[in-house]
C-alpha cells in the first residue's frame, strides 16, 4: 500500500514540475508549485503512517502543513493579483522585467515615485485611452 501512496506522489510531483516549468501564466507557474507540495505531502503522510500507524503524530503534521501552505499560497495569489491590477503583467518574463526595471529605476525613495516622475503618467495615459472615447455621453 505504500507503494501506491509513494507512486502517487511522484505522479503529483511530476506533473507539478511540468507545470511550474513549462507554463508563462504566474498563476499556472503557483499552480505547478502546488502539485508539487502536495505530493511532498502525500509522500510524508504515507511514510508516517507506514513507520507508525498507531501514533497521530504524522496526521497533526500533515495538517498543519496544508493549513501554512494555504496561508501561503493565498498570499502568494494576493500578491499576483496586486501586481497584475497595478502593471497589467501577468506572464513570468514581463514580472521579472519589472521587478529589473524597479531595481534599476530605484535611487532610495523606497516606491515613492519621485525618481523619474513617470511611473504613475504611464498608467493613468493607459486607462484614460479606456474611457476616454465614450465618456462625453
Request: proline share 1%; hydrophobic share 50%; aromatic share 6%.
Amino acid at each position: 500500500m505504500l507503494e501506491a501512496y509513494l507512486l502517487l506522489a511522484a505522479a503529483l510531483f511530476a506533473v507539478g514540475l511540468f507545470g511550474a516549468l513549462s507554463q508563462q501564466s504566474v498563476v499556472m507557474v503557483m499552480m505547478g508549485l502546488e502539485l508539487m507540495v502536495n505530493a511532498v505531502i502525500v509522500a510524508a503522510a504515507a511514510l508516517w503512517f507506514h513507520t507508525s500507524p498507531e501514533r497521530p503524530d504524522g496526521q497533526v503534521l500533515v495538517l498543519v502543513a496544508v493549513t501554512a501552505m494555504a496561508v501561503e499560497m493565498a498570499m502568494g495569489f494576493a500578491v499576483t493579483t496586486a501586481i497584475f491590477r497595478a502593471r497589467d503583467v501577468d506572464m513570468v518574463d514581463m514580472a521579472a522585467d519589472l521587478a529589473d526595471h524597479r531595481g534599476s529605476g530605484d535611487h532610495g525613495d523606497h516606491g515613492q515615485h519621485g525618481d523619474h516622475g513617470d511611473h504613475g503618467d504611464h498608467e493613468s495615459h493607459k486607462h484614460h485611452g479606456h474611457h476616454g472615447d465614450g465618456g462625453d455621453r
